[in-house]
């Protein structure tokens, strides 16, 4: 493996001894980092706008010392940016950006809006990202039980020589070195993150799913047979590939399936499809992905309702509602 792993030994939590972490952005991600860190024996604040009252509350059950946005980030050592990246931008201009004086960090678990400049901190202070491999509940609960979630850690900009050293402080505080981290760049981070969701993890997986579930459909299968051949199943596939890898899943089918598998996957992923990706991972390494987001997202994300509307109303979401409440009633179906 090229890339270094650093591990609990690798890092010394006494490099925020006395320092302040300011979380802005109470979310999934940012809740469960906030009371790993809190856990691990660090002071923690919380900083949340006087209108978001579900998330005021929230982090106050939670134990949390909650401030303003702007105060958080004043009184912060390390000022962690976890809001969603739409409006990253906007809480850095209004709220953070008159406390980046030197000695300060700034600290992110994606690096869109560092990568494509819609945020430029001054030169003076540190700018670092952990980004968890997992989702936000993921973090907290492989904590709570004793282990960590990987993680990268990053450093975009080194203004004290210690950003690396407050970054793997960070990491170990959210339980990560027990797993494991390796270093990457912010745009390793962010262009390898964006191209897996929208080609592979999200965007390619549902468009795989749905071109499945209509071709035998529309050749007179019954919708239910569809969902659990190319719906229901594939979380038990996906199961045995993080188990132990692509040959260890093709080990835990059938003959028939490793042969047919093997022989007609590639027509389906045939040569437009990799073309295809290619420009996707074109998109967004130029950036031109990132201002269409923010674009759309500025004018009120009209394609983005659309999409969600339609969407939602497709026969393989219907079907699926009926089977997992038939089949499923009571139990979460990523159990079954």
């Known amino acids: 493996m090229a890339l270094k792993i650093f591990k609990d030994a690798d890092a010394d939590l006494s490099v925020l001894k006395g320092k302040t972490i300011a979380i802005l952005g109470y979310g999934i991600q940012g809740s469960a980092q906030a009371q790993n860190w809190r856990d691990s024996g660090l002071n923690v604040i919380v900083g949340a706008a006087d209108w978001d009252k579900q998330t005021i509350e929230r982090a106050k059950q939670d134990g949390m010392n909650v401030m303003g946005l702007s105060e958080a980030s004043a009184q912060a050592d390390v000022i962690c940016l976890l809001t969603p990246d739409m409006v990253q931008k906007k809480v850095y201009e209004e709220h953070v950006a008159k406390s980046m004086k030197p000695g300060k960090t700034l600290y992110f678990s994606h690096g869109l809006n560092i990568v494509y400049k819609f945020i430029v901190p001054p030169k003076e202070v540190d700018v670092i990202m952990v980004a968890p491999k997992s989702p936000g509940k993921r973090v907290r609960e492989t904590f ?91 979380k038990l596939i996906m199961d045995l590939i993080q188990e132990g890898g692509l040959e ?3 080990q835990g089918v059938s003959e028939t399936a490793r042969y047919g598998g093997r022989t007609r996957g590639p027509r389906i992923i045939g040569k437009e499809t990799r073309e295809a990706m290619k420009q996707v991972l074109k998109e967004v390494r130029d950036g031109s992905f990132a201002k269409e987001w923010l674009k759309e997202y500025e004018a009120g994300m009209p394609l983005f309702k659309k999409m969600k509307e339609e969407q939602s109303k497709l026969p393989i979401e219907t079907i699926g509602k009926e089977i997992r409440e038939t089949f499923f009633k009571g139990k979460k179906e990523a159990k079954c």
């Open 248 to 250: 260890h899943m093709w």
């Open 144 to 234: 709570l039980e004793g282990f960590g979630t990987p993680v990268l850690v990053s450093v975009y900009q080194d203004a004290s020589g210690n950003a690396k050293k407050t970054a793997l402080a960070l990491a170990k505080g959210l339980g990560a070195l027990r797993a494991g981290a390796f270093e990457a760049t912010f745009e390793q981070e962010t262009q390898s993150d964006l191209f897996g969701e929208q080609a592979v993890l999200c965007g390619g997986v549902t468009e795989l799913i749905k071109a499945g579930f209509d071709t035998l459909t529309q050749d007179g299968f019954a919708p239910e047979v569809a969902y659990f051949e190319v719906l229901h199943e594939l």
